[in-house]
């Protein structure tokens, strides 16, 4: 087992919380986008998804992207609950971190992921159709891609060391699709647009938590499943 390099994990860590900063700020900036009275709920849309996806992923999601393979679907359940996620390094990840480290690295890309997707059905959708909604696309779609991209398919040389097959084209096919992206008008008038935030500031906090991509000679593409 290799040792635990303190350089690698510190690295990783504040990667991690520069990706963090990327949710809220992707917040901010569609509140410049919508009307004043939408602000909050918008907002609120962001913040709320760090909250949801870091309990979704400690509890399951974690296991079902990054655990033991089963049948190149999807990961076991060996790891729910964060059972067995210790202090010591998993080789078949990153061998020079903590596992908790690790997942919580990779927390950070299952909260940034479906946070694009909130600016799709912005001042449309109700906040409790919106958690079901996020929950269950964080299950059924994200876990499942970044266990085939990161738990699967690097055997077949797929490499993906920034996330832009698992965040990028997870989170920009959905809103297409979504009902809520074609249906019902837009009811411009009754209320201004929003003053309140500048996307030109948020859009400078975005490309900061950019650099939180670049952790991944710490944190590898795995090895094996």
């Not at 992923?57 to 359940?77: E, Q």
């Not at 596992?99 to 600016?119: E, N, V």
Request: include cysteine.
């Amino acid at each position: 087992m290799s040792p635990i390099s303190s350089g690698d994990t510190a690295w990783v860590l504040a990667s991690a919380a520069l990706v963090m900063v990327m949710t809220p700020a992707l917040g901010f900036f569609y509140d410049g986008m919508v009307r004043r009275k939408n602000v909050l709920g918008t907002v609120m849309h962001s913040f709320i998804i760090i909250a949801l996806i870091s309990v979704q992923w400690v509890l399951w999601g974690y296991t079902l992207a990054f655990g033991p393979d089963r049948g190149g679907i999807i990961g076991g359940l060996d790891w729910l609950g964060a059972n067995g996620v210790g202090l010591t390094p998993n080789a078949n990840y990153a061998a020079t971190i903590p596992d908790q480290a690790y997942m919580i690295f990779q927390a950070m890309f299952a909260i940034i992921t479906p946070a694009p997707i909130t600016g799709t059905f912005a001042e449309r959708m109700k906040f409790r159709t919106f958690l079901v909604f996020i929950l269950l696309w964080a299950t059924l779609v994200y876990d499942p891609i970044a266990h085939w991209v990161w738990g699967g398919l690097h055997r077949l040389g797929a490499l993906d060391f920034a996330g832009g097959t698992v965040v990028h084209i997870s989170s920009g096919s959905p809103p297409w699709r979504l009902p809520w992206s074609w249906v019902g008008v837009w009811d411009t008038g009754g209320s201004p647009w929003s003053p309140i935030t500048s996307p030109s500031w948020s859009c400078e906090l975005l490309f900061s938590g950019l650099t939180g991509l670049g952790s991944t000679p710490a944190a590898p593409c795995p090895r094996e499943a």
